[in-house]
C-alpha cells in the first residue's frame, strides 16, 4: 500500500465533482485493481480485499452517470419480533446529519425466497433519502418505482426490480456491512456507476484525486497507439507498452 500524499489537495467537494467525470473501474484502477503500477494505490488485495461489488447487482439508471458520496449503512429484513429493530425516525435523523453527498448502502437480510421480491425501496425512499442529502443508493435487494426514481435523479444500483414487498423491519443502522461481495464500514466514500460500484477509505480521497488523471490519461495513450497501428508488428509493440506497465499479468503472459 502506497503512503498517503502529502500534498495540498482540493476542497472535498471538488474532489468529489472531479471524481464523477470518471467511471468506477477507473477509480478502481487507483484503489486496487493494479498493485505494480506506479499510480495504483493498493488499498486492497485485488481479488480478496471486498473493496467492489460483483455482477449481481444491476444500475438502473445508467444515463445518470457516476454517483460519489460518504457511505451511511442500513440493514433492512422481515418484521420479525424475535429480532431486533430500529427506529426509521432514528435513521433519518442519523441520514440527515450525515455528511453530504451520501450514498445509503444498504444490506437486505431477507430469506433467500423472498428476497427476489422485496422491493422495498422506491419512490417514497428515493424522495427521503435525495431529501436528506443522498446521491445515490446501493443495496442486494430489487427495487421498484423506476420511473419516479428516474424523476428523481438519484443513482440506484440494486439487484433488479420488483412491483412489490410485504411487512419489514429497520434491522440496524451505522454498521459495517456487505452487499454484492462489498463491504462497506460507515464513512467509506463509495463510487457507483453503470460498471458497479467501488470504496476506499474517506481519508485517502485526495490520494485517489492525485493519481486518477496520470493512471487515466496512460490509458487513454495506449488506446490511441493500439488503434493507430497500421500492422500486427504494430499492434503487438502497442500492446507490450500497456502490459509492461503493471497490469496483474503474469510473468509468464507478458513475454
Not at 14 to 31: D, I, Q, W, Y
Not at 134 to 157: C, F, M, W, Y
Not at 203 to 214: G, K, M, S, T
Amino acid at each position: 500500500m502506497r503512503p498517503m500524499t502529502t500534498m495540498k489537495s482540493m476542497p472535498e467537494q471538488e474532489m468529489f465533482e472531479k471524481l464523477r467525470r470518471f467511471n468506477t473501474p477507473s477509480v478502481g484502477n487507483v484503489v486496487a485493481s493494479y498493485p505494480q503500477h506506479p499510480h495504483c494505490l493498493g488499498l486492497y488485495d485485488p481479488w480478496y480485499g471486498k473493496w467492489y461489488t460483483d455482477d449481481s447487482l444491476t444500475c438502473l439508471l445508467p444515463e445518470l452517470g457516476p454517483a460519489i458520496g460518504h457511505a451511511v449503512t442500513v440493514v433492512f429484513g422481515l418484521n420479525d419480533p424475535s429480532r431486533p429493530a430500529v427506529s426509521y425516525l432514528d435513521f433519518v435523523d442519523f441520514l440527515l446529519a450525515a455528511p453530504r453527498p451520501s450514498i445509503v448502502v444498504c444490506e437486505a437480510q431477507f430469506p433467500p425466497e423472498v428476497m427476489c421480491r422485496a422491493g422495498i425501496f422506491g419512490g417514497q425512499s428515493g424522495s427521503l433519502y435525495k431529501a436528506c442529502g443522498a446521491v445515490g443508493l446501493l443495496t442486494n435487494s430489487p427495487v421498484r418505482d423506476v420511473d419516479e426514481i428516474r424523476k428523481l435523479g438519484i443513482q440506484h444500483i440494486a439487484r433488479g426490480v420488483t412491483s412489490g414487498h410485504g411487512s419489514l423491519a429497520l434491522r440496524a443502522f451505522n454498521v459495517p456491512v456487505e452487499v454484492a461481495g462489498m463491504a462497506v464500514v460507515p464513512g467509506d466514500i463509495v463510487h457507483m456507476d453503470e460498471n458497479g460500484a467501488c470504496k476506499f477509505p474517506a481519508n485517502r480521497l485526495a490520494d485517489v484525486c492525485n493519481h486518477i488523471d496520470a493512471f487515466s490519461d496512460e490509458e487513454a495513450e495506449h488506446s490511441a497507439l493500439l488503434l493507430a497501428a497500421t500492422d500486427g508488428a504494430g499492434i503487438k509493440a502497442a500492446w507490450r507498452k500497456v502490459i509492461s506497465k503493471g497490469v496483474g499479468l503474469d510473468d509468464r503472459s507478458l513475454k
